[in-house]
């Protein structure tokens, strides 16, 4: 596995040629790419820009909303090919995205089939271009509180869709934060089948001395900074699964987007050391 940078899940809205030659200075191996930005530019030019910089191309969003209506999903597909070929000529095969935990409106067995459907229909798209598509599920208690009906989110719920969806590039977007506040444990790697099964992990740390039960999922804390996830058993976890993908920080500190970029890219590698085994 290897450190990659998400400019944006550390505050910090930039455009590649900011991010990579500072994702190079701080010692990342790889970067996250903002298909919609990049897909702006002639591919050569982004493909130019990792090279130079020595960066992995760690992955892509999935750049479709399956969660509104069908007419903007349907808009959202049709630009998906175009991504799809952008991304795989940058050197990248892996796409992730999130579920959401609960809704108002659907029943758990109506969100279920639409979420199957949807994400099948990108599913085969990405897979006719070789790329992994993975779920994230979201698993703080706070995150379904208010919610008329609950939704996926845990590694079972999230395997049990992913198995309905059917493909064979279907699988997982591991994050320690919900790893931990939906209480999954070491011993639930061994359901991952293996590790081609993910396609990216997100690492950060939780506020001290507030329960698993009120833990308000945007705010949290960089990677080791507080102990209180268990980084170390979670990555133990990744090495025996052998997962060769990005790791990337999302810790949704607002202090990072208060600092310059570079300093704010300075203080996350510098948490991400702290936690690497």
């Known amino acids: 596995m290897y450190k990659a940078l998400a400019s944006g899940a550390i505050g910090h809205n930039v455009a590649l040629e900011v991010a990579a030659p500072m994702a190079k200075k701080y010692g990342f191996e790889g970067i996250m790419l903002d298909i919609e930005s990049e897909c702006q530019r002639p591919v050569e030019?982004?493909?130019r820009l990792l090279a130079e910089n020595n960066l992995i191309p760690g992955g892509i969003g999935l750049p479709v909303e399956?969660?509104?209506?069908?007419d903007v999903f349907r808009k959202d597909m049709e630009k998906l090919?175009?991504?799809?070929?952008?991304?795989?000529?940058?050197?990248?095969?892996r796409c992730s995205t999130y579920i959401l935990p609960a809704s108002d409106t659907l029943t758990y067995a109506e969100n279920f089939e639409l979420h199957r459907s949807r994400?099948?229909?990108?599913?085969e798209i990405l897979e006719a271009y070789g790329i992994s598509l993975g779920l994230e599920y979201v698993g703080p208690p706070t995150m379904r509180a208010?919610?008329?009906?609950?939704?996926?989110?845990?590694?079972?719920?999230m395997l049990e869709l992913c198995n309905a969806i059917g493909t064979g590039n279907i699988g997982l977007m591991l994050d320690l934060w919900h790893w931990d506040?939906?209480?999954q444990t070491s011993a639930d790697f061994k359901k991952i089948p293996d590790e081609s099964w993910i396609t990216c992990v997100h690492v950060m740390d939780a506020p001290a001395g507030i329960p698993r039960e009120e833990q308000i999922d945007q705010v949290r804390a960089l990677p080791g900074s507080t102990g209180?996830?268990?980084?170390?058993?979670f990555f133990q976890g990744l090495k025996e699964l052998g997962y060769t993908g990005p790791v990337m920080a999302e810790p949704f500190v607002p202090a990072l987007g208060e600092m310059s970029f570079?300093?704010?890219?300075?203080?996350?590698?510098?948490?991400?050391?702290k936690i690497w085994v």
Not at 146 to 157: A, M, P, V
Not at 228 to 233: R, T
Not at 263 to 273: F, G, H, I, N, P
Request: glycine share 6%; aromatic share 8%.
């Open 45 to 47: 030019e982004t493909k």
């Open 66 to 70: 399956f969660r509104a209506g069908e």
């Open 81 to 93: 090919e175009e991504y799809a070929k952008y991304a795989v000529a940058c050197g990248t095969n």
């Open 119 to 123: 994400l099948k229909q990108a599913a």
């Open 146 to 157: 208010g919610k008329k009906y609950e939704f996926i989110h845990n590694l079972d719920q």
């Open 181 to 183: 506040m939906s209480e």
């Open 228 to 233: 209180v996830l268990k980084s170390a058993e």
């Open 262 to 273: 570079e300093e704010a890219v300075k203080v996350v590698k510098e948490s991400l050391d």
